[in-house]
């Protein structure tokens, strides 16, 4: 085994517009901006692929995008939409290694050094996993790209977008072959006035840098990052999840308060199921219930004291969603979404305090947490679970 390390840079495909298009699929295969109005003074967030034929671009006015491409569907940004497949893409990518480094909402870096063993050792096999896992988890595509550092696994993950795998290769000599015909401007900290500032001497690519000699206009890093040296380190931090959660939006508004009863109980197995995989205890519950006409409501409930079995978070869920619909009314009109999520977590369910003896509360938790962790070893090994009703 060599010391060297895999990276993997993963970035989600026209990410806001592929989200839109889960909500609307009839949107599906037609240029989609995602931004300001057509006629507004506002920019392009992003766009679709069948826009971008148009020459339709992140941060370009608007207008200007209406110009090119006046058949274009124009949608506002819808934030929290984005944010729910962000979060749940990056629970995807925790499970291909514990060091992820968050770049934005859609992209991130991994360090897969030493997970990749469980792939048979190759990186297109856990590529194509991660791939497939973000398709089945979150509905939208994302391209990858495999290299012994950062810079070349975002230069990988580039190379086949959308919907690509890219693996670079780990030798020396066949990387700086792979870099030679591309642009300068490939290279991290090449922005626009480097390049313009290499052209006149000539050097236009990588190949170019490659042959050089340092010298004052072309220091020995910016070599390096020609032959594909580059800082592997992938910058990770611990993720403290503030809150587990989980969301579901119907395809089509839902009138029935059964049907919408039902899903959150679904949402709420899953949460205990996803809350219980590190030791905690959680001392509030969330409901969020939106409407047809996007109102989001937000009610939440202390629990009576910190807990992280499936009955607790059940009643709780049920009691909040009971005050939120009260049965026989229609307070909402057809329900677009509703969610469900714990908040406020503790490492003791105790809050600390010490116990000398086992209260009777206690021990009838414990009983609850023992028979929702045995329900969690069922389901991780492919049960599914259906949930008796409350
Ligand atoms: P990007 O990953 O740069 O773009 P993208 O995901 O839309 O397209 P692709 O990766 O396939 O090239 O940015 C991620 C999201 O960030 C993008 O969907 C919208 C948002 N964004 C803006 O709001 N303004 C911008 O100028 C850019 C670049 C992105
Ligand atoms: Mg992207």
Not at 309 to 314: E, N, Q, S
Request: aromatic share 8%.
């Amino acid at each position: 085994m060599s010391g060297m390390a895999t990276i993997l840079h993963v970035d989600m495909d026209a990410f806001f517009a592929s989200v839109e298009l889960l909500h609307h699929p009839e949107w599906r295969g037609k240029p989609l901006v995602v931004g300001a109005g057509p006629h507004e003074r506002g920019v392009v967030s992003t766009c679709s692929y069948e826009a971008r034929a148009f020459g339709v671009r992140s941060a370009m006015p608007s207008r200007t995008a209406y110009a090119k491409c006046p058949q274009a569907i124009f949608t506002p940004p819808h934030m929290d939409l984005y944010r729910d497949v962000s979060t749940r893409a990056f629970e995807v990518f925790g499970h291909y290694s514990p060091y992820v480094e968050a770049v934005s909402i859609d992209e991130a870096f991994l360090d897969v050094s030493g997970t990749l063993h469980l792939y048979g050792g190759d990186p297109r096999r856990l590529g194509e996993a991660l791939r497939a896992e973000i398709r089945a988890t979150c509905g939208v595509t994302c391209s990858v790209g495999i290299a012994p550092n950062r810079l070349l696994a975002k230069i990988g993950s580039e190379e086949n977008k959308p919907d690509g795998l890219t693996i670079l290769p780990t030798d020396p000599i066949e990387l700086a072959a792979f870099l030679a015909p591309r642009p300068v401007s490939v290279l991290w900290g090449v922005g626009r006035k480097t390049v313009e500032a290499l052209k006149p001497y000539g050097i236009l690519t990588c190949g170019d840098l490659q042959r050089m000699k340092p010298n004052a206009l072309v220091p020995q890093e910016l070599i390096d990052l020609a032959y594909g040296r580059a800082e592997a380190t992938v910058h990770w931090e611990p993720r403290e999840e503030k809150s587990v959660s989980r969301e579901h939006t119907f395809e089509t508004d839902e009138p029935r308060r059964d049907a919408v009863r039902a899903k959150l109980l679904e949402l709420v197995a899953d949460v205990g199921y996803r809350f219980r995989r590190i030791p905690r205890w959680a001392t509030t519950a969330r409901l969020k219930i939106r409407n047809a006409a996007f109102e989001t409501r937000l009610r939440q409930t202390p629990f009576p004291s910190p807990v992280q079995d499936d009955v607790a978070f059940r009643a709780a869920a049920l009691t909040l969603f009971d005050a939120e619909w009260p049965k026989g009314t229609c307070p909402h009109g057809a329900v677009r979404l509703i969610g469900f999520g714990v908040t406020n977590f503790r490492a003791t369910p105790d809050d600390g305090q010490l116990d000398l003896f086992v209260a009777p509360e206690d021990a009838a938790r414990e009983r609850r947490e023992r028979l929702s962790r045995a329900l969690d070893g069922l389901r991780a090994h492919g049960h599914v679970l259906t949930q008796p009703s409350a």
